[in-house]
């Protein structure tokens, strides 16, 4: 079972550092540690996982755009079943306005190529969305029952011309524009059912125009393209003698994507879409002799949003990764910081105690001192509080704990003795030079009464002032005083 505790110790990597080996560690390693190492590495080993499924799905890449002026031939080119283009009246009340056969108003598109010289403009019908509109109503929340008064270019139109290309123009010499005309029934030779014109006023006045267009949506975290379809529907309100002028602006994007999973090899990828910019709306007064209460028209702006977007390799998912690895494990030994110090303590502590009690042979000393002091016990009771702050103190005194689990007595024995050998060394020394001096100058003295000749101090010892008071000292000459009377 120790086996066991001391393997699942080795996994704690807060462990609080030593001076020196503690039971054969390089730390002391206890087992909450351990079970926080495990948890840190379950929360990388997920975090991992996450972030590696996040660069495969193209999470968080980076992107960078700006704009540019679109040039002569540019524009977006799409299949005419995928737009959505519809157009319908409702009244004040927001209840369908009757309009069996036309009689009230009619809706009719146009597709226009303009240009300095000419225009050519291509009339559409307008019918019955029906289902065409039905995945649009259900994602934009929209009752069943509008399909049946919503109108949408003629299908035989759409099947003559797959394709439908929208172009803007910095000098409006070379663009085209897609367009809805909302006009009164009027009679003619060919058709003789349209309302009076007070009925069809009474029914426009106060209406409601909603209309409906499709668009591009940009989301650069796409698996496939970056680009997403969306719908969008609008309402604005209808007045007496008043032509509604709406229209609507796209821009033209353009989105440059790199794949690059190892920083080598890079493949790159380009994807065209439209996406909204804005709406302006003017009114202006119906004069009798105009025939239309709305017009709407689809245009492209002059200019063009490109985006660069660089998705994530394995070296950014990696620093991620090390980063995250970083600031958990700050969190961790900011937490565990205090809970391992008293723990190490602890442990310091009671092998203190040991070794006291193993030297003392004292049977009469408190009970708690035979007892090794745990954190339950620190909480608990606050005579082990006072113990524990006792026995800090000592302990704060040692450098090495291999003295502390070995002997604390011989210890400070050891250091009483050293210092006592330096004492005395000093005094010796002190001693012996006091005796080579001594015999020094002995030696100067005979020798001058040998040779009978005058010897000068100061030549043979150039010394300082204060080395000729230490010389006398050491010889126990007394220099003179001056006595101030």
Request: proline residues 3%; aromatic residues 12%; glycine residues 4%.
């Amino acid at each position: 079972m120790n086996q066991v505790v001391e393997t699942f110790q080795r996994f704690d990597i807060f462990g609080q550092e030593i001076r020196l080996l503690a039971t054969g560690k390089s730390a002391f390693r206890t087992n909450i540690g351990a079970f926080m190492t495990l948890t840190l590495l379950a929360i990388l080993a997920y975090s991992c996982n996450s972030f590696i499924l996040e660069m495969n799905k193209g999470k968080n890449a980076i992107l960078n755009s700006k704009e540019a002026v679109i040039s002569g031939e540019e524009g977006y080119t799409f299949n005419s079943s995928e737009l959505i283009f519809a157009v319908g009246l409702l009244d004040n009340l927001g209840q369908p306005i009757p309009n069996e056969n036309n009689r009230v108003f009619t809706i009719s598109f146009y597709y226009c190529n303009k240009s300095l010289t000419e225009t050519e403009c291509v009339s559409i019908p307008g019918t019955i969305c029906g289902n065409r509109i039905k995945d649009v109503s259900i994602q934009l929340n929209i009752p069943k029952e509008y399909e049946d008064i919503t109108y949408c270019m003629d299908e035989e139109y759409i099947k003559q011309n797959p394709e439908i290309k929208i172009q803007g123009s910095t000098r409006q010499d070379n663009f085209t524009l897609l367009g809805a005309l909302v006009q009164r029934c009027q009679n003619s030779t060919e058709y003789n059912n349209c309302a009076s014109n007070d009925d069809i006023d009474q029914y426009i006045k106060n209406a409601n125009l909603y209309y409906s267009y499709s668009f591009h949506q940009f989301n650069k975290e796409l698996d496939d393209s970056p680009y997403e379809n969306a719908q969008s529907i609008d309402v604005t309100p209808m007045y007496y003698k008043v032509r509604k002028y709406i229209k609507i602006y796209f821009q033209y994007s353009q989105s440059q994507l790199e794949y690059n999973p190892f920083y080598f090899f890079p493949s790159y990828a380009q994807h065209d879409g439209f996406e909204y910019l804005n709406s302006a709306i003017d009114s202006a007064l119906n004069f009798e002799d105009d025939s239309s209460f709305a017009q709407i028209e689809i245009n492209l702006d002059a200019k063009k949003r490109i985006h660069y977007i660089t998705y994530q390799t394995l070296m950014d998912v990696a620093a991620k990764i090390g980063g995250f690895f970083t600031i958990i494990r700050i969190i961790f030994d900011i937490a565990l910081f205090p809970i391992q110090s008293i723990l190490y303590r602890l442990y310091l502590i009671n092998y203190l105690t040991h070794q006291q009690n193993n030297i003392n042979n004292n049977n009469n000393s408190d009970t708690l001192k035979n007892k090794s002091l745990t954190f339950y016990s620190l909480i608990k009771s606050g005579q082990s509080r006072q113990l524990y702050l006792n026995q800090s103190l000592m302990i704060d005194k040692f450098l090495d704990i291999t003295e502390i689990l070995i002997n604390p007595l011989r210890f400070t024995r050891q250091v009483e003795d050293l210092y006592g050998s330096i004492k005395r060394f000093d005094i010796l020394s002190a001693r012996q030079n006091n005796i080579n001096i001594n015999q020094e100058i002995d030696e100067l003295v005979a020798n001058n009464n040998n040779n009978n000749e005058l010897i000068d101090l100061k030549s043979m010892s150039p010394r300082t002032i204060n080395q000729e008071i230490q010389f006398g000292s050491l010889t126990n000459f007394k220099v003179p005083q001056l006595h101030v009377n």
